[in-house]
Nanobody
Framework: VQLQASGGGLAQAGGSLELSCAASGFTFDDYVIGWFRQAPGKEREGVSKIYFSNGRTIYADPVKGRFTVSSDNAANTVYLQVNSLKPEDTAVYYC???????????????????WGQGTQVTVSS
């Protein structure tokens, strides 16, 4: 299983970025892809996830209405559109894949997930 996140950068508060996660090495319909972030001095937190099999999406409360996760199954790529950015969104963002059953909760990604390298998002006020 390989995952490669990209698209991070520097943005102003209120701005937008699109993060991408290129995935390979697994049967996509059996997996769920999650986006996590980790700010300095804080634990990793799940922000969104998407099931390849049916496109179902889940969002954590802090990002609802601002972040949108989508997938291009033909390209084996998952996207995270991040809008209305806030300084507290500053973090390293990771994509992670796990079997759909393990991905029922955020802990399943942490305990059973395949993690890609992160991409830094920095939001200036």
């Amino acid at each position: 299983v390989q995952l490669q996140a990209s698209g991070g950068g520097l943005a102003q508060a209120g701005g937008s970025l699109e993060l991408s996660c290129a995935a390979s090495g697994f049967t996509f319909d059996d997996y769920v892809i999650g986006w996590f972030r980790q700010a300095p001095g804080k634990e990793r937190e799940g922000v969104s996830k998407i099931y390849f099999s049916n496109g179902r999406t889940i969002y954590a409360d802090p990002v609802k209405g601002r972040f949108t996760v989508s997938s291009d199954n033909a390209a084996n790529t998952v996207y995270l559109q991040v809008n209305s950015l806030k300084p507290e969104d500053t973090a390293v963002y990771y994509c992670v894949a796990t079997w759909w059953l393990y991905g029922a909760d955020w802990e399943g990604f942490i305990n059973h997930g395949h993690w890609g390298q992160g991409t830094q998002v920095t939001v200036s006020s």
